[in-house]
């Protein structure tokens, strides 16, 4: 069975720090696909949580939250993330934002909010969307899905020099300890915790220059597209 490449639907799941955003980026850039960055709708919503003083803890208001809430995205690199209209691209980078993200998504009615969104979004098709449960849970039936993994020391390595790059001081065990923490909550959680869908291709970034890791990708996309 191909299909058109515009309407095409590739999901790439994965721990944290295996580059599912350079490559799921690089990837809609070269087709020409939207890119739906998942974890940024989880960081608008817990931004608009913290401005409405709803605790972290309080997953029910927050998922209501999301009724009036509208989180769209522009093109670029960053990619612009509007929360209701207004540009927080850099304001949902920060350290308490990224907390209160993960604080938020281990509620059941956030993800269910988000992962509605989510799915009207991705019916659209030609898009490539990456999260934690892209394969698992928002498109179970994606054309292409893609679980990117890599060693905890090749990710905490990758994850370490991003951080020199952007200028901030990180020390390599501190951010292998973090990663270690991440894994463990992603793994252990009640909902959508991250496991390898039985129809994933598993691709190995670690080592691997990225250029590399999207050629196997568009690889993998010829073979389901006419
Ligand atoms: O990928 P990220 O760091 O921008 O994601 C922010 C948080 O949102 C992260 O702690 C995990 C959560 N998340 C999720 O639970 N499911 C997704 N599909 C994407 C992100």
């Not at 090749?154 to 020199?164: G, H, L, M, P, S």
């Amino acid at each position: 069975m191909s299909k058109d490449i515009s309407k095409i639907v590739v999901a790439i799941d994965g721990p944290a720090g295996a580059g599912k955003s350079t490559v799921s980026k690089a990837l809609a850039r070269d087709l020409q696909l939207s890119y739906l960055d998942t974890g940024a709708m989880y960081r608008a919503l817990a931004l608009k949580a913290s401005r409405e003083n709803l605790r972290s803890d309080a997953g029910e208001e927050i998922g209501k939250l999301m009724e009036n809430t509208e989180i769209t995205f522009g093109t670029g690199d960053p990619q612009p993330v509007f929360l209701d209209g207004e540009d927080v691209t850099s304001l949902i980078r920060t350290p308490e934002i990224s907390e209160a993200a993960s604080a938020i998504s281990a509620h059941t009615p956030v993800r269910k909010a988000l992962v509605a969104r989510q799915q009207k979004l991705v019916a659209i098709g030609g898009v490539i969307l990456e999260g934690r449960d892209a394969t698992t849970v928002i498109a179970p039936n994606a054309d292409v899905k893609v679980f990117l993994t890599a060693s905890l020391e090749e990710r905490a390595k990758r994850r370490t020099i991003e951080f020199d790059q952007k200028g901030q001081a990180s020390d390599f065990r501190e951010v292998r300890q973090q990663i270690q923490l991440r894994d463990h909550r992603d793994i252990t959680r009640d909902d959508s915790p991250l496991t390898v869908a039985p129809d994933a291709h598993i691709v190995e970034s670690g080592g691997v220059p990225v250029e590399l890791v999207v050629q196997k990708l568009k690889e993998l996309i010829n073979n389901v597209v006419n």
